[in-house]
């Protein structure tokens, strides 16, 4: 069975710093993996994702992700902490059904909270 | 930049009342779908919607929920009577097609059911 887990419930950085949040992934076949934030009551913004080719990817707001196969991992980076990217991130893989359409499966998520 | 509506924002409803969750996909997107987050827990599936008909569903998405797309523009979930643990955020997104395109959603309804 597809899943991912986000080990950390929490993850505090001072603003300036460099932030990461945790994803690894469990699938059988090739990966498609997701990160979305969610801002107190918005829904879940699309930030990035990773199908093929490199393994840095780029997203919005200066965020990246970096798939590592062999650690099964797709962990979330930003050089530089803002105040503004406290949020709460989840990490998700597409689920393909044989019907051939999909679903993501969610990660628990992670509270990022950038201190100024 | 478009963008998934839903409403209400949030909704409170007595155990047995039917509600129904509203939603606006991004006019272009032909895939359709439903979420569902308890407090503190995981965002999950609750069901898919293409062409007009229901592709997936989860084990959740029992014979209580329904969807519908009654016109071009509005895609809406109904729970014919609630149960108090129905209470969650129910998320709308939708897709302009399958595998590499990423869901858009919605900024979710709370439903409380009392």
């Known amino acids: 069975a597809q899943s991912v887990a986000q080990p950390e419930d929490q993850v505090n950085v001072a603003e300036g710093n460099p932030l990461t949040v945790k994803c690894t992934y469990s699938?059988?076949?090739?990966?498609?993996l997701f990160w979305y934030v969610q801002y107190p009551n918005r829904g879940l913004q699309f930030l990035l994702k990773y199908i093929t080719g490199d393994n840095l990817v780029k997203g919005s707001y200066g965020f990246e992700a970096e798939f590592n196969k062999s650690q099964t991992s797709f962990h979330l980076k930003k050089p530089s902490a803002l105040v503004s990217d406290s949020a709460l991130y989840f990490c998700?893989?597409?689920?393909?059904?044989?019907?051939?359409?999909?679903?993501?499966?969610f990660g628990t998520g992670t509270r990022l909270k950038v201190l100024a | 930049e478009p963008e998934v509506t839903q409403t209400p924002s949030h909704q409170v409803t007595q155990m047995g009342q039917e509600v129904i969750l509203r939603c606006v996909p991004i006019?272009?997107?032909?895939?359709f779908y439903w979420y569902r987050q308890i407090l503190g827990q995981k965002v999950e599936f609750l069901v898919s919607?293409?062409?007009?008909?229901?592709?997936?569903k989860s084990e959740i998405f029992d014979d209580q929920f329904s969807v519908e797309r009654p016109d071009g523009s509005n895609f809406t979930l109904k729970i014919r009577s609630t149960k108090l643990e129905d209470s969650a955020m129910y998320f709308c997104?939708?897709?302009?097609?399958?595998?590499?395109?990423?869901?858009?959603f919605g900024q979710g309804t709370r439903l409380t059911v009392v």
């Open positions: 006019s272009n997107h032909l895939y």
């Open positions: 699938v059988s076949g090739n990966p498609y």
């Open positions: 997104a939708s897709s302009v097609g399958q595998g590499r395109t990423e869901a858009f």
């Open positions: 919607f293409y062409n007009n008909e229901i592709s997936e």
């Open positions: 998700a893989v597409r689920h393909l059904f044989n019907s051939g359409t999909y679903k993501y499966i």
